[in-house]
């Protein structure tokens, strides 16, 4: 089972909707969790970090945690086609600095 | 302005030749990361250092090495390269206390 897991998609959504994407983790003591996206060809870039419970909530982002069941999530409202790339979940477990990466979610807003 | 930079951009080399793939970044960041990237595996770590003359192996250290003698640099190095080691290589790099780490652009690596 892998430490963190995302669905790959693609996951297709018109312009102007919610786009929402998913990550669980294994880690019961993970602390820091963050979401990164990344455009084809280029380097991950930091959109979201979130460590305690609840929702965080950044201009059309939002990061929702909740640490009983395990998950985290990102809401992206009024999607834009500039919005399509793929998105990273990562989260920190309960030792050191190391990130840890899912697999991402390609998201695919279509005009 | 701070940024990370990675050198070279693109490269290409033979299978056996050593090969470095260099990383700077200018933020006074005491973290520094080497990923890299493949389809199917998404970003693997390969090694870390906490500060100047510390470093550790990650999941995928094998065949690669790094050396940390500043803050500044975390060059890494592929000892005879292989066409395994065919990837993208993002360096990143994060403060002490926060656990945010910032991407360089990467460097695109070819092993033929």
């Known amino acids: 089972q892998k430490e963190v897991e995302q669905n790959s998609g693609p996951l297709s959504v018109p312009e102007g909707a919610i786009a929402s994407l998913n990550c669980t983790y294994s880690d019961r003591g993970s602390q820091s969790f963050f979401w990164y996206r990344q455009y084809s060809g280029k380097s991950p870039e930091l959109i979201m970090s979130i460590y305690s419970n609840g929702d965080k909530e950044d201009g059309r982002f939002t990061a929702q945690l909740n640490k009983a069941s395990q998950y985290v999530s990102l809401l992206i409202r009024d999607s834009q086609p500039s919005d399509s790339a793929t998105y990273l979940c990562a989260v920190v477990g309960n030792a050191g600095n190391m990130l840890t990466f899912g697999g991402g979610t390609r998201l695919m807003v279509k005009p | 302005d701070a940024e990370i930079t990675q050198s070279p951009r693109h490269k290409i080399t033979e299978t056996g030749r050593q090969v470095t793939l260099a990383c700077h970044q200018t933020w006074n960041h005491n973290n520094m990361f080497w990923y890299r990237q493949d389809l199917g595996h998404g970003l693997r770590l390969i090694h870390y250092s906490y500060g100047v003359q510390d470093t550790n192996k990650g999941e995928v250290s094998d065949g690669y090495s790094v050396s940390r003698s500043n803050t500044e640099d975390l060059p890494l190095t592929l000892e005879s390269a292989a066409s395994s080691q065919t990837s993208v290589y993002f360096c990143?790099?994060?403060?002490?206390?926060?656990?945010?780490?910032?991407f360089g652009p990467g460097t695109r690596l070819t092993v033929l």
């Open positions: 990143a790099s994060s403060t002490a206390i926060r656990r945010e780490q910032f």
